[in-house]
């Protein structure tokens, strides 16, 4: 299985819901990353848990909380979110924090609309 | 720290045309450089990597070769399909052992039968 899955792969929330989107990976990776990309542009970094401990969070609003149950699980919270939090979401796994490896596997991401 | 940067797009081209897509870098030593593809609808999927300098990274008729004279790293095909179409991203690590990947800008490539 080198399969990353994403769920939901669409959603559509008002700015007062909470919501969640799940990402799963079986292949025993230890790194798992919180990519948002918008059209056309390349994906941006939001979070890395390595070992299940979150090890970057780049400078995101607290309104993205992000939740590593397991191994094999990375949930991202989502609440109060604005219109321009609109995005594509990747979730992506590596077999350990990436470093000079870089191999990493994505999910096809959450399509995210926040109106 | 480390940036990479792309030829802009996008790149239209006709079925059996020859592609190169222009990717340059500046990092402090020599990381590993990658192509990543991303397929309309998809995430994003390694197309091919190289670990050090003069390395050829090959994949699906697709071909790179790391030159650290001329801190490039271009993507190549002899002769791209309909199926090509995607955007693609040079991408090197970031310095320090983050986990971090810089992506660069990303160019789309259309290929008309």
């Known amino acids: 299985d080198t399969e990353v899955t994403q769920t939901p792969k669409h959603l559509v929330m008002g700015m007062t819901n909470k919501k969640s989107l799940k990402c799963e990976q079986h292949?025993?990776?230890?790194?798992m990353y919180w990519y948002k990309q918008k059209a056309k542009k390349p994906p941006e970094l939001m979070f890395v848990?390595?070992?299940?401990?979150?090890?970057i969070n780049e400078s995101v609003p607290s309104r993205f909380s992000p939740e590593c149950p397991n191994s094999s699980l990375l949930n991202l919270h989502l609440h109060a979110l604005q219109p321009e939090d609109s995005a594509l979401y990747l979730c992506?796994?590596?077999?350990?924090?990436?470093?000079?490896?870089?191999?990493?596997?994505f999910g096809s991401g959450t399509q995210l609309s926040v109106l | 720290g480390n940036s990479v940067t792309q030829m802009e797009g996008p790149v239209t081209l006709s079925e059996e045309a020859f592609l190169t897509i222009n990717c340059t870098y500046t990092?402090?030593?020599?990381?590993?450089l990658f192509w990543y593809v991303q397929y309309p609808g998809e995430g994003l999927q390694l197309l091919l990597k190289?670990?050090?300098?003069?390395d050829k990274g090959s994949n699906k008729g697709f071909e790179a070769t790391y030159r650290k004279e001329t801190t490039s790293f271009h993507l190549e095909k002899g002769s791209v399909q309909v199926s090509d179409s995607a955007v693609y991203f040079c991408?090197?690590?970031?310095?320090?052992?983050?986990?971090?990947?810089?992506f660069g800008q990303g160019t789309t490539l259309q290929v008309k039968p």
């Open positions: 992506a796994s590596s077999q350990e924090r990436a470093g000079g490896l870089g191999k990493l596997f």
């Open positions: 292949m025993g990776h230890r790194a």
């Open positions: 848990y390595s070992y299940e401990k979150l090890s």
């Open positions: 990092a402090t030593g020599y990381p590993s």
């Open positions: 190289a670990t050090k300098a003069d």
């Open positions: 991408a090197l690590p970031a310095s320090g052992n983050t986990g971090k990947l810089i």
